[in-house]
């Protein structure tokens, strides 16, 4: 038995749900999970269904069928097969907490994506992405080589067919041609409450303004830095008897966490663009379950 | 233009969903917000719709008319009116914070609910009742009186047609009888984490076996004490400095609201019991809101 | 048995705690909670010390002994008696619930405060003020009469003698030279995680940026908006589904809870401040414990 | 410059802090942080005290000396150098999140300690533990050979020199006698927030009972199952939605983390055991802070 998903996106109207519903009927799916959203203030209306096909159905043969119903609604839409995993490129600088806890999840089967590449522009972590059996590129960047780097980097995105780029404390600022290039494509994870503190050192900003939380934030990524849709957030407690190191160290639970919640969700197709904003919708019965024991 | 619910149990099978939402296209219903579970343990099948009728529908029609639909699936269904409030009695004893919290949430709109009594065993909190305007019934209890104070609890039930009963930090025991009778319409707060702590003193029972988190359960009454459907849990942490007094403290807040929150989920229909668990759905889009500025 | 607390601040050097400690043992004094912190940034020392009298030490004679050692270290210090209780003025608008949650608070003494006015530009709360046997002023306040309004204010303050002013979402800007005069003595509850969304619509602000978790943030009053020292902030979760007015509710909550806990610190003299920081010591053993059940 | 710590316990009486703060003066020492408490209920006073020694003072010497002031108040003490590393076993089974966490922590110098063996009945961890250069001892335990079994461990144990047993997810009882040999210095994650759900499958016992936080506790090791004096705990939110196998992948990121907390307090001295109950101190300044970039 096949999973699939199904992701809707059009103006409010009378009928969408049903006649969604009654195409998958008809082609003999069992709707397993369903959230929609009607954003009343744009007029846009969101879906994401699960459902399993006790016929064989086919991705094509869907979305050829559904044609007829996603024109007569003007509806952006798309049918995912849950079995074929997203290609998914990691890229770090030198803190490898966000690494370390991807590739952890992704031994077990807890993130079930295809890691097609690391990419670094430091070393530090070749050996420990080898052992993993993952192709490592170590791609330096400096003000000089700044567009070549990233033409290098956009060749292991073509090669690998990567489908989402995750930026785990990747420190180089991407070009506006890239981030367009691969809109809706980037997820990276800030170590601030985003919108406080953007850009370099938020911890040492935080530290400064005397805040009692700090946070961590991930978002798609735009070309205006940190000002991507965001996806997630998370906060841990701090006191005035915690120095900037400290932060680091309490933060670095709350990015892994936060960057993995935020993948999770977009490999399970849960999270939608609304505008500036995300719609995350809850994650389907039994989709946080690893594959494996570990 | 008028809000309904339209809540439905049955058992898993092909086309519920499509059968539902075209049976609400079909009624010039428009769908607003909508959450589906299905058990795979059990085979049971939940689902809450939210919907809008442009055409003025009734619920008894809508009832009448669903039935051809239900028969069909075996569901157990209801239509409800969002813009009528349960009538909700609130019963409290000597501890007063839930009772101030949920007095606020009612008199600003944030729990649109008709209280159409307050019970309590002791006096403490006649004048703050009547100050709302709200009838106040002191009735005490004592090993000897006990059934004939439960009769009279149950005139006041039976007097003002109360949809709820919510127990604010009352500490008498209902009778099986009362609990059987009532089942699914009386909410109770305990002051620990379910399953730990039932019973008497929990605060103290937590203390001496020297947790670091103290919680609140919101759960439906049972005959079996403490152990009814769990709704809604919280926890604050505490420390070694905290005394069992410290907690009492601590714990209102974590009781008043996870008691509040618990309440809205129900009168928004969004709780479904599931054997002895629940099933709370997310909140509808604004319905958190409160009717007036306060 | 008396309770007495010592705040003191001080440069950083050997030999600090134990002039203290000693000091108190010879007045016969019992050290029941001390907490201390060095901030090595500053070098800059500050220590708090809960301790209880068996020999009927009065403050004024503490505070005459002690100079012989405060002049060695040039402390700034001060002694408290923990039964004289702080004389506070809350201010509040249109929104109550911060207002209802600290009467509540005051009301069973999980508080210790004397609350000696209430002031308010509306006439909303003047009902339940005076149930509670507070006196109530209201205040209009306009662009014309801004400067009278505040000399009403401060005649209040002088003539209760008020300690602390809280403003329990008083939602008009007090001058430049109040927030001198009243400096480190008035109390500020925000409805954002600040620095993010200082200003107006704190709420509508964090909608449109699309954040999944908003905040409260209380703070001292400074002359320049929302940017005084932070004492407490506490987040609430929110989702797409959310709108801006579900934000209002879900955050009166985390409101109430961050302003009550940031009066609870100041007045047990846990609050230190440190340049545009706040140093936060632990709560005492059975201080969060209320002095009447209710 | 050192950095050392004393711990000190014994009954209450005044000039205790006076008498530990003067020796530490007179011996040329600054305090850089202290922690004390009060247990009014059994008498007991407890003290943490971190300072740092500017004239080369010895763990040694400063043990004699203080014996004079030791004996007369009858306290149980040490003096620890901060320099030194804890020897730490790790001992895992299958689940190998808390392994992966804390070996992290532990290559980044966030747990400064020396991970002398991890002790396994399997051999899944092998390879990732010889990457860390650490030595692995696969110790299979059978109903048959469990008291050769645990005479292996303690072989280790004792050849080591190790003076704590981390159970990372170990999934086998261990002896009374064992339990008794290495009093407190044994910590255990058990994946409940306890006392709910002691023994086994308590994600599944979680489940059936319909809670909507799951959570995890790190205690000391006692004879009595999952009954030991409770460093940490911490919890996650579920719901309805979520399957035993949900919770399992949820679990991991609050087992990883209480865990590692309750080690952080362990190796510096902040736990203190209070009967069946922790005495907790706070974190001291700077000691998150990892020694390495990572």
Chains 1, 2, 3, 4 share one sequence.
């Not at 997820?187 to 953007?198: C, E, G, Q, R, Y």
Request: glycine share 6%; hydrophobic share 40%; proline share 3%.
């Amino acid at each position: 038995m096949t999973k699939f998903a199904l992701t809707v996106t059009c103006d409010s109207a009378r009928g969408i749900v049903a006649a969604i519903a009654g195409f998958l009927a008809e082609h003999g799916c069992n709707i397993t999970d369903s959230s929609q959203f009607d954003d009343t203030e744009t007029g846009r209306f969101f879906m994401r269904v699960s459902f399993t096909s006790e016929k064989g159905a086919t991705l094509d043969k869907m979305s050829d069928d559904f044609s007829a119903i996603s024109s007569g609604f003007g509806m952006d839409f798309a049918f995912h097969d849950e079995a074929v995993r997203m290609k998914v490129i990691i890229m770090v600088s030198r803190f490898g907490h966000c690494l370390n806890d991807l590739l952890y999840r992704w031994r077990i089967g807890a993130l079930p994506i295809d890691i097609v590449a690391v990419i670094s522009n430091h070393m530090d972590y070749q050996k420990v992405v080898v052992n993993h059996d993952i192709p490592f590129h170590c791609i330096p960047v400096t003000k000089a080589n700044k567009p070549d780097a990233e033409a290098r980097i956009m060749e292991v995105v073509d090669a690998t067919g990567a489908d989402l780029i995750v930026l785990a404390r990747y420190m180089q600022v991407l070009s506006d041609r890239m981030c367009q290039q691969m809109s809706g494509k980037i997820i990276n994870i800030h170590h601030s409450f985003l919108p406080s503190f953007k850009g370099a050192n938020p911890y040492k900003q935080a530290y400064e303004r005397g805040v009692k939380l700090i946070g961590a934030t991930s978002h798609y990524v735009t070309a205006d830095l940190d000002e991507g849709p965001i996806i997630e957030q998370d906060i841990a407690r701090v006191t005035h008897a915690q120095s900037p190191a400290d932060y680091v160290s309490l933060g670095r639970d709350v990015e892994s966490q936060v960057l993995a919640r935020a993948i999770h969700a977009h490999i399970h197709r849960r999270v939608m663009l609304n505008g500036n904003k995300t719609i995350v919708f809850p994650a389907s019965p039994g989709s946080y379950a690893s594959e494996r024991m570990g």
